[in-house]
């Protein structure tokens, strides 16, 4: 999952940017409505975190012309001003929800897991695939109940392919949502990460399928005696989607 932060206070903006990378995801930071637009226009995220009091221009002009693009990105105020109006007025500009500054930051983390399952079309916070099991809330994946070791850049990619199940996601995709920008992040080192997920959850049964050229998708389970690794050529693609960490009860301003 990648997230934008678009907040000018550079210590909220660093404790947000550390806690979120320490829960998985990948985060790219912007201090101006100017950058946060033009990071919008050219870039897919999955969440948007924005502050309304940004220099240049505001986060409500921000979301005005994200949702003029008709874009469905989910979007998560925060704001120091708590009024009503200012509520009602981001909310009916598009925005999904709203924190009035100061906020606890356990509570920002568990809306922006509500977000982002949102977007990703809803549904319970646990999947389940065969015997393998991925809490979204506790960021842990499971085999026949059993706790398996990931990295967050392999949680990360697990996450985006079981919500992709059947589907291809291309190398490219998984740089999108995986990595930041500044991140050097080859082809070759999404290779690796996923032989390494690969190596871990296969032999349960559950199987990613490499095609040479478009990409990876995650298999149906299948009998843990069958090859660990599947390697198909197609001459087209076939049904691709284009689609420092801090206590939960610290404060920010």
């Known amino acids: 999952m990648r997230i934008l932060i678009a907040e000018d206070d550079s210590i909220l903006a ?79 500009l598009g925005a999904d929800d709203y924190m009035a500054k100061p906020f606890a930051l356990g509570e920002l983390e568990a809306r922006v897991r509500a977000l982002t399952r949102r977007g990703a079309g809803g549904g319970p916070t646990v999947v389940r695939h065969g015997v393998l099991s991925f809490d979204q809330i506790g ?13 967050a850049r392999e949680l990360g990619l697990l996450e985006v392919l079981l919500q992709r199940i059947g589907r291809l996601v291309s190398k490219e995709q998984l740089v999108d949502h995986l990595c930041e920008w500044g991140e050097e992040v080859s082809n070759n080192a999404i290779e690796v990460y996923v ?18 050229g478009l ?17 198909i050529d197609l001459p087209t693609a076939a049904n691709t989607d284009n689609t ?8 920010y301003k």
């Open 139 to 151: 960021r842990v994946a499971c085999i026949n109940d059993q706790v398996i070791d990931l990295s």
């Open 195 to 212: 032989h390494r997920l690969r190596r871990k959850i296969e032999p349960s049964g559950i199987r990613i399928i490499t095609v040479r």
């Open 14 to 92: 660093d404790g947000l940017v550390r806690s979120l990378r320490q829960s998985g995801y990948a985060v790219d930071l912007v201090k101006t409505g100017i950058e946060a637009d033009n990071a919008l226009s050219i870039q897919v995220f999955d969440l948007l975190i924005l502050d309304l009091g940004l220099p240049r221009l505001s986060g409500l002009d921000v979301l005005r012309r994200l949702r003029a693009r008709n874009s469905t990105l989910p979007v998560l105020i925060l704001s120091a001003a708590d009024s009503i109006d200012e509520r009602v007025k981001g909310l009916d």
């Open 244 to 251: 420092a960490a801090m206590p939960a009860s610290h404060y």
């Open 215 to 231: 990409g990876y998708c995650l298999e149906k389970a299948v009998p843990a005696s069958s090859s660990s690794a599947t390697v």
